[in-house]
């Protein structure tokens, strides 16, 4: 067979495909659903009392910022990793603004620690937290892993990672408005676990969120 017959061959069953959009343009459109989705979970908890006040506290606006950096860079990074190529520096970028998150959460504990104020430390069961990033979240995530799926899976790990993360993220800026938990140990411990929580349980079921590519191997 001539190769030219076999070229004609293979591509006379192709179908044309829609090109995935820039990753920039995908996370833009996640975030304008996710962000009212968000809002709206916020408002139907019902607005803390304080959350006025809350934003003249230097400390609670850092981390608010570093959370929703967190959420727009990780968001990205997942976008991106479905692209093959992409450069891999953009794909660990995200750690910048969640070890920023990190620091933060870090400087409240050593304040509240060596604050002499009665609930310096307080800490105990909160099983709001992890409710309200749950419910917070889980549109979110859904909406990502489905936009995730939409392109290459050779990075499907780090899609799923840094897709879920920023999700939950997401989730745990929106939670602050109605949870007026705000102790270190309990941020660290039940909201920030949960964020972990979340991401690690995805991890676990990564094949199942995004199935990895088929490969037809070619038969002699």
């Known amino acids: 067979m001539e190769t030219k017959h076999v070229i004609d061959a293979l591509v006379a069953d192709l179908e044309p495909v829609d090109r995935l959009a820039p990753p920039w343009r995908r996370l833009a459109t996640w975030l304008a659903f996710a962000l009212p989705v968000v809002a709206l979970v916020a408002a139907a908890m019902g607005l803390r009392a304080d959350v006025v006040v809350k934003f003249t506290d230097p400390l609670f606006v850092a981390q608010e910022i570093m959370m929703i950096a967190t959420a727009v860079i990780g968001g990205w990074a997942a976008l991106s990793a479905g692209i093959p190529g992409t450069r891999r520096w953009i794909l660990w970028l995200p750690a910048v603004p969640l070890l920023a998150w990190l620091s933060t959460m ?78 270190a140990l309990i941020v660290i411990v039940w909201q920030f676990g949960t964020v972990l929580a979340v991401t690690a349980a995805a991890m676990l079921v990564k094949e199942r969120l995004v199935p990895p590519q088929r490969t037809v191997q070619a038969t002699s």
């Open 106 to 183: 870090g400087y409240q504990w050593w304040q509240e620690w060596t604050s002499s104020a009665p609930n310096g430390m307080e800490f105990g069961l909160s099983l709001h937290c992890p409710r309200g990033i749950a419910i917070a979240g889980i549109v979110p995530v859904v909406a990502m892993i489905a936009m995730v799926r939409k392109g290459s899976r050779l990075d499907a790990w780090v899609s799923v990672f840094w897709g879920t993360l920023a999700s939950a993220a997401l989730g745990n800026a929106g939670l602050r408005f109605f949870c007026p938990l705000d102790a």
